[in-house]
DNA sequence: GCGATGTTTCGATTAGCATCGAACTATGAA
DNA sequence: TTCATAGTTCGATGCTAATCGAAACATCGC
């Protein structure tokens, strides 16, 4: 028995697998819901419900109510700083979780992450729309879609008015782990993988996070988001 | 299931209440044996040694074998970072492990460490040791006894001769977490408060880490360990 | 060589906690 | 109102990991 700090109680709390890759998600500054960690996490509902109550209550993160959802973020900077090291340590020691399996380069290549696309493809394509200027960077932190962008998707076939109505936010930031780099999520980055699967340029694997293009598919996408600015 | 670092790992090496009580004890910077350890969390050697071996595995600390002692050290910069983050945060939210009982008190004016004395009595010792040259601090965190100290602690009836005998280092720093300063460990400090046993200034309290002062005691403690350099 | 001390391995036990199904509450939509 | 979705609570289950006793192994002092 000693007296001091309980280090053990927060290291515990962010040392349980499902916890962690809640707070790794969170890393990306952006508010999410109970279920969109819990999807996240990998766990039901009701887990990330009794995971989140415990993070809350050792001030790891916090939760705002609105309406019938609740935002959780990061606590505060000291968190956000705690994590970094953490990872930069977990990194240095090799204790990655990079699954190294037959499926690990086509899930590098491309992967549903919730509902969008992501890995080199779901990088490359936000990377494009920011090149070309169709998106926008805003104070804050948040993605806007400019007037070039809404033509774009539009002319893509997206029913961008239907996007705007959904509570949820139309563009968003989603940090990929594989690449190190954010791919687009939201409502506008569900959409567009929707349409590519309703396109047939590609479809998604049985049990599988893998988006499988079809040769067609891929040099369509490639046409698409590979133009430069001027071009 | 994401990628990237396994901070899980890491974290949850942290978590566990008696590897915590390791990690926070080698904080203090000098290198511990096995045995130490297991003292300083509170389990057998048989635990300890399992806990070790995965702490060392995971990269968060570092033995190296001299004779047939193990002395273990945290792995680097960035554990100690780490640490103080960590401690940082479950201070300011509250989560300190300090026990708030009758016994409290007590424990924060004078205690066991081990062996030696700890809290305010303890720390008051050891800086009035320090303000009265009796012991200096080397280069590499190293504490020596200084000629003037060894003939101080031979007045007071410490047989210094038997103690330099002992395998266990003389003078040792312990940082003490109710104070936030360090007091004097290894032999010299198991001898001191061994001498003011059987000098009849205090008795430990059954089943606890109090050490009771007698009013008699304690006055006597404070003639001999107030005095200033000077006088 | 011998005994003593420090450390590790093995095996068995136990406790804690993550997990999920089912039922319940709350908010918003129609 | 009724339905759907988001979130929580409760209870039961199962797995993981911490713990310790006993014994083996290693090293020192003799």
């Keep these: ?8 109680r927060v290291a515990a709390l962010i040392g349980d697998p499902a916890r962690a890759n809640m707070l790794t998600a969170l890393m990306a500054g952006r508010a999410l819901t109970a279920t969109e960690l819990a ?13 989140l109550a415990k993070l809350q209550e050792g001030g790891i993160v916090e939760g705002r109510k609105q309406g019938r959802h609740r935002y959780f973020t990061l606590g505060n900077a ?24 037959p499926k690990d380069p086509a899930l590098r290549k491309a992967r549903i992450c919730y ?6 493809m779901g990088v490359a394509l936000f990377e494009n729309l920011q090149q070309r200027q169709l998106v926008s960077f805003e104070p804050g932190g948040d993605i806007k879609l400019t007037d070039a962008g809404a033509g774009f998707v539009t002319a893509f076939g997206l029913d961008l008015d239907h996007m705007r109505q959904l ?46 293009f079809t040769p067609t598919g891929e040099r369509a996408f490639y046409d698409l988001f590979s133009s430069l600015p001027n071009s």
């Design 78 to 101: 000291d968190i956000v700083e705690l994590l970094e090291t953490l990872m930069g340590i977990a990194q240095r020691t090799g204790h990655n979780r990079v699954r190294t399996g």
């Design 115 to 120: 509902d969008h696309l992501a890995g080199e």
């Design 167 to 212: 509570r949820r936010p139309l563009c968003r930031e989603c940090l990929d782990w594989s690449m190190r780099r954010s791919h687009l999520a939201g409502a506008l980055g569900a959409g567009l993988l929707q349409r590519m699967l309703d396109l047939g340029w590609a479809r998604r694997l049985r049990d599988s996070r893998v988006v499988d």
């Design 39 to 51: 999807q996240e996490a990998g766990v039901t509902a009701q887990t990330a419900s009794s995971h």
């Design 1 to 8: 028995m000693k007296e001091g700090p309980d280090i053990a």
